[in-house]
């Protein structure tokens, strides 16, 4: 099965088409790259002319399915293109228009966060016989206008959803001896009207050729309009508003409760119209007075009822520190007392009263509010689900063996010391104990939780006392090989970073080609087993950990889908993706150590210009090679570059028993350098 259909309906273009069928391959050839998806290719000629059809039948070989056809119409062409399609999306392109390279991979990304929407291009540009600009229009947006679509049209054909979509809404047959067409229009209506919100693509083109002579053209000249669309009930569908402070898992939640319940998952402002049964997320609902609630209150459909999500206090409080300082400020390793200082003086979370947010929802909509706990969701029983489903008024539609573990699975981001865990605990304590009126099944059970976070803190002080110094430098450390040694170091001192090459074997001029030229990395097909748990990406060189191979009696093999490879595979290449992301947002933005760990064929040159490389990204990075030797040494062979010893390196089968006191040695003798020891203590210390 593909991931997507490429749906490509040509006529009498001619060598035109022969254009257009170029900027289609390059559209798929970007997107299979980048993205690491499946691409077909459906091309329906629809009464082609001879020139039209040897065009496009060798112009794309074997790589598309041709199908010959005798509508004489578009949207019947393109149903015809939908029928024979077997991806999960499908895109059409006529035979004498073109796309913006990014097209399928911009539009494959965001139909992936939002598959109930149908996508456009952000502009479309047109040129032939008439040439102008055309914005498209976000129906969720400011400047939409429901009521213009009774007079004019938002959006053009060469639209990204779906497949079952299309298949549910088929384009209607033009009827031009009876005054009816514009096919797109009606179907842009059609299924607005039905609740799919029609989005434009950011940063995507498409280049629309006018034709005398062309379906549009014939439409226009005999003055056909559009079907009439039923659209009297498509304001009276029941919404539910979800109101919720700021907190890690909100969203996730309540995007897996729609695909329970078979709702339409609701963000930002007000939609244009209430066109099917919806939830209705608004980072504004949990800071509303009464006043504003009751305003709000008045504009809704009759029948809508609010789900207060409320999650422990501190845990809340916890996360979205934990987010804010280490996603969104770009900090690296553990979080020092000022930044959580700074964090806790800025984040709604610790400044808005989760029993204040409950009492002024409650006491406007009463018993049509409802709180749902964010903690009782990650293991959902049946009953609860559908005394949910009740109060939404709507059935449960989906299985309820839901994967609640992937919706919850921990970020990849430092974590508190029990120090500061104690302080936010007592940042959040009163409010807990107001929510005891409230809700005291939860209230109760965070007090304990809370009382336990502060009670254990004197203990689990004197455990993580240390070297402040040691400690404090090896949060600006960073591994970039040749292998998973140093972050054992790391860890051996409770320093526990994600990074991308931390768990890795790099090889030097593997290493500098990727930095030279970046790829996609561990893409499925590219993936080859060895003797151990590695898996070497053979497009880079780079050999990772992994549990996607398993060994037998002929040696290691990779597992089949029946085995579970599909799933573990989308969970790791879900994790290299992250870390390759973070690798270089840190490499690009904040200065940091790099280390590299010497063997024996590493010339001097060769980490010379491994050092110059890194340090093109960031003038002010730190690059250290180390190398075994009995005598110890630290040198510096150039601005932010230095050379060093240990007296010994971990066998790489036994990578874990590292010679601490060595790599403690080392990296203290480098912090005495007047360029390292300024860039690590004036940066958030």
């Given amino acids: 099965m593909f991931d997507v259909s490429v749906v490509l309906t040509a006529h009498r273009e001619g060598v035109i088409a022969g254009a257009t069928i170029r900027s289609a391959l390059q559209a798929i050839e970007y997107a299979e790259r ?45 149903n015809r293109g939908v029928e024979n399609a077997s991806g999960s999306y499908v895109t059409f392109l006529d035979g004498d228009d073109l796309w913006s390279y990014n097209w399928i991979e911009q539009a494959w990304k965001r139909a992936v966060e939002r598959p109930e929407a149908v996508f456009h291009s ?105 079907w009439p669309v039923d659209r009297g009930s498509s304001y009276a569908a029941p919404v539910h508003l979800a109101v919720a402070l700021p907190f890690s898992g909100a969203e996730p939640s309540l995007d897996a409760l729609c695909r329970i319940f078979d709702l339409r998952f609701l963000r930002g402002p007000a939609p244009a119209c209430w066109s099917m049964p919806a939830i209705w997320l608004d980072t504004q609902f949990a800071g509303m007075s009464t006043d504003e609630i009751t305003e709000l209150k008045s504009t809704l459909p009759h029948g809508a009822n609010v789900l207060l999500f409320v999650r422990n206090p501190y845990e809340r409080a916890r996360d979205e520190i934990e987010d804010r300082v280490f996603v969104r400020g770009g900090a690296r390793g553990p979080i020092s007392d000022t930044m959580l200082d700074v964090a806790m003086k800025s984040l709604p979370c610790l400044s808005q009263s989760m029993a204040e ?33 009740d109060f939404l008024g709507v059935p449960v539609s989906s299985s309820l063996d839901f994967r609640w573990d992937e919706i919850y699975s921990e970020p990849l981001r430092p974590s508190l010391t029990s120090q500061q865990r104690a302080t936010v605990a007592t940042s959040v304590y009163d409010d807990i104990v107001r929510l005891e009126e ?111 191979t398993v060994q037998d009696g002929e040696g290691r093999r990779f597992l089949t889908d029946e085995e579970g490879f599909v799933e573990i595979y989308d969970k790791e290449v879900k994790k290299i993706e992250y870390f390759v992301k973070k690798f270089f ?10 280390i590299y760990k010497r063997n024996n064929s590493l010339s001097d040159e060769e980490f010379m210009n491994l050092a110059q490389l890194i340090k093109r990204f960031n003038s002010d990075h730190i690059v250290l090679c180390v190398r075994a030797d009995a005598e110890f040494k630290l040198e510096r062979m150039g601005d932010g570059i230095y050379a060093g010893t240990i007296r010994k390196f971990a066998e790489y089968h036994t990578a874990n028993i590292v010679d601490q006191d060595s790599w403690k040695a080392l990296l203290m003798s480098l912090y005495e350098n007047p360029e390292v020891k300024d860039m690590v203590n004036k940066a958030f210390c």
């Fill in 34 to 78: 980048t993205c690491n998806i499946r691409i077909e290719l459906v091309a329906v000629l629809d009464k082609a002319d001879d020139m039209t059809s040897f065009v496009i039948t060798n112009g794309l070989g074997e790589r598309a399915k041709i199908i010959h056809a005798n509508e004489g119409d578009p949207g019947q062409t393109r």
């Fill in 122 to 226: 952000e502009c479309n540009i047109t040129f032939g016989n008439e040439r102008n600009v055309w914005w498209h229009i976000d129906s969720e947006g400011p400047l939409f206008d429901k009521d213009y679509l009774d007079w004019g049209n938002y959006w053009d054909s060469l639209s990204f959803a779906r497949r079952d979509i299309y298949a549910r809404f088929p384009f209607r047959n033009n009827d031009l001896k009876g005054g009816f067409g514009h096919e797109d229009w009606h179907w842009n209506y059609v299924t607005l009207v039905a609740g799919l919100p029609h989005k434009p693509v950011p940063g995507t083109i498409h280049f629309k050729r006018r034709r005398r002579g062309s379906q549009m053209s014939l439409v226009e000249q005999s003055g056909s309009v559009i």
């Fill in 357 to 389: 947010m409950v009492a002024n929802w409650t006491s406007v909509f009463g018993d049509r509010a409802r709180m749902v706990c964010i903690d009782e969701l990650k293991a959902p029983e049946a009953n609860a689900l559908h005394s949910l489903g």
């Fill in 438 to 548: 409230i809700i005291p099944k939860w209230a109760y059970q965070w007090k304990d939780s809370i009382r336990d976070v502060i009670e254990c803190n004197a203990d689990a002080q004197a455990e993580e006392a240390g070297d402040v110094a040691f400690r404090t430098l090896l949060r600006w450390t960073e591994s970039v090989g040749d292998n998973c040694e140093f972050g054992f170091v790391q860890r051996y001192e409770a320093y526990e970073p994600s990074s991308l090459f931390r768990w890795a074997v790099t090889p030097v001029d593997k290493l500098v080609a990727y930095l030279k030229e970046p790829m996609p990395l561990f893409l499925r097909n590219g993936l080859a087993t060895t003797s151990s748990d590695l898996v070497l990406d053979t497009a880079s060189g780079f050999y990772f950990h992994s549990d996607l």
């Fill in 585 to 594: 947002m840190n490499l690009t933005s904040n200065p940091g150590i790099y």
